[in-house]
């Protein structure tokens, strides 16, 4: 079983719309959920990150973590074009640091 | 600019060359890790060192081999390579704390034919 899931989409959608981006994970230790964005030919970068269960919200974004059910998301409200990416997810932190990233969902936001 | 800086961007090899895949950062983090990504795989851990002196094998370490030189500096070897091998190699640091995530390079691409 691998350690994280993640649909790999691609998901398209109309600018302006909410997008909701989804991931589960296996292993219950984990305490940390970052959710990273990567362009098209460049390294992921840091999105957001949560400790533990519950919501953070960064402008348009926010991140949802339900520990009880292993299941993370990031939404995006207003889509712009500019936030077509690859976004990653990756719970983790519980072993020095470590991260273990999903596959990622390619992201398509039409003008 | 502060980051993490790779070299090369891009490489091709035939089977059984080798060749050294330069890391360095200047964010003095005490952790640095060698990822692989592949289309449907994700990014997949290859070695990473907690700090300068220590090496530990991450998912996929066969076929590989690091050296942490410096805190800056992290390097991956591949002794020969092989067609499997032909991915998007990133570098990423991280200081202590989890919290921080890691801060990634922007990638060695790398063919082997």
């Known amino acids: 079983q691998k350690e994280v899931e993640q649909d790999p989409g691609p998901l398209s959608v109309p600018e302006g719309a909410i997008v909701s981006l989804n991931c589960t994970y296996s292993n219950s230790a984990f305490q940390y959920f970052m959710w990273y964005r990567q362009y098209s030919r460049k390294g992921p970068e840091l999105l957001m990150y949560?400790?533990?269960?519950g919501n953070k919200e960064d402008g348009r974004f926010t991140a949802q973590v339900d520990k009880s059910s292993k299941y993370i998301s990031l939404f995006i409200r207003d889509s712009q074009p500019s936030d077509s990416a690859t976004y990653l997810c990756?719970?983790?932190?519980?072993?020095?640091?470590?991260?273990?990233f999903g596959s990622g969902t390619k992201l398509n936001v039409k003008p | 600019n502060a980051g993490v800086t790779q070299t090369p961007k891009f490489q091709v090899l035939k089977t059984g060359q080798s060749m050294t895949l330069q890391c360095a950062q200047d964010m003095n983090h005490n952790s640095m890790y060698w990822y692989r990504q592949d289309p449907g795989m994700g990014l997949r851990l290859i070695y990473y060192s907690a700090s300068e002196g220590t090496t530990d094998k991450g998912e996929v370490p066969n076929g590989y081999n690091v050296s942490r030189l410096n805190k800056r500096e992290f390097s991956l070897r591949l002794e020969s390579a092989a067609p499997s091998q032909t991915s998007v190699y990133f570098c990423a640091s991280n200081p202590d704390g989890a919290n921080y995530g890691y801060t990634f390079g922007s990638g060695t691409r790398l063919t082997v034919v």
């Open positions: 990756a719970p983790g932190g519980n072993n020095f640091n470590k991260f273990y």
């Open positions: 949560t400790y533990s269960s």
